[in-house]
């Protein structure tokens, strides 16, 4: 396994924590920097077949004001569409010549079901659910598979305080339940926990106002933030 991000330091904690576990500097907002790592990864490890584009940034954004959200949608942008593009067209070659590959992107619930405070955001994971269809049709005739991850609020530090919102799925439960389905159902296209499947088919079961309403009023954390 090897593990990119920006942070020498946490990865070198990583390393130091997990015996056999490879490290890349990689900062995914540089094309630059995704183009020296992907060199560098597929030199070192020419039997590589599996690529993980997670990276991913959320903001909380008043749009009543462009001076206030612009910075922030584009950095949110920048981050989480154009940094998967650019792993993946680093990668994509190199993965088609392996005999048996898969991409795996990381969307959000919040690609189906908005979340008012964080509108850059839930477009930002919409695009990516909707590149990881479109790849799969391209890639259908290859030897590379694509899966995209759903991951529903989970217990992170991807906005302060929701590593303690008891609202969020404690991470280690989430793991727990994605391994699970990827074990047990390797060919699944969607990787879907169960508590992210309120916010994915609000619109097929045709209760898609309702689900909106109630995920839009469970998170008062992060609308006092917004005012």
């Known amino acids: 396994m090897i593990v990119g991000g920006r942070?020498?330091?946490?990865l070198e904690r990583i390393a130091a924590e997990h015996p056999g576990v490879e490290t890349v500097r990689i900062d995914t907002t540089e094309a630059g920097s995704i183009e020296a790592a992907a060199k560098d990864v597929i030199a070192r490890f020419?039997?590589?077949?599996?690529?993980?584009?997670?990276?991913?940034?959320?903001?909380?954004?008043?749009?009543?004001?462009?001076?206030t959200f612009l910075e922030s949608a584009e950095h949110v942008v920048t981050t989480n569409v154009?940094?998967?593009?650019?792993?993946?067209?680093?990668?994509?070659?190199?993965?088609?010549?392996?005999?048996?590959?898969?991409?795996?992107?990381?969307?959000s619930g919040l690609a189906f079901t908005p979340l008012a405070a964080t509108p850059s955001y839930n477009a930002s994971k919409a695009a990516i659910h909707?590149?990881?269809?479109?790849?799969?049709?391209?890639?259908s005739g290859s030897s590379v598979r694509v899966a995209e991850l759903e991951p529903p609020s989970v217990r992170t530090d991807l906005l302060p305080g929701q590593a303690d919102n008891d609202a969020a799925m404690p991470l280690d439960e989430f793991i727990a339940e994605v391994m699970s389905i990827i074990e047990t159902?390797?060919?699944?296209?969607?990787?879907?926990?169960?508590?992210?499947?309120?916010?994915?088919?609000?619109?097929?079961r045709g209760d898609y106002d309702e689900v909106v309403s109630t995920l839009n009023a469970a998170d008062p954390m992060v609308h006092r933030r917004v005012r």
Do not use: C
């Open 130 to 139: 909707m590149l990881s269809e479109s790849l799969r049709l391209q890639l």
């Open 82 to 107: 154009l940094g998967p593009i650019r792993l993946i067209a680093a990668f994509v070659e190199h993965l088609r010549a392996r005999l048996d590959a898969t991409i795996m992107t990381v969307s």
């Open 185 to 204: 159902r390797p060919d699944v296209r969607e990787i879907q926990v169960e508590r992210v499947k309120f916010l994915r088919y609000g619109e097929a």
């Open 46 to 67: 020419p039997d590589l077949n599996v690529l993980i584009t997670m990276a991913g940034i959320m903001r909380v954004e008043d749009w009543h004001r462009p001076e």
């Open 7 to 10: 942070r020498t330091e946490l």
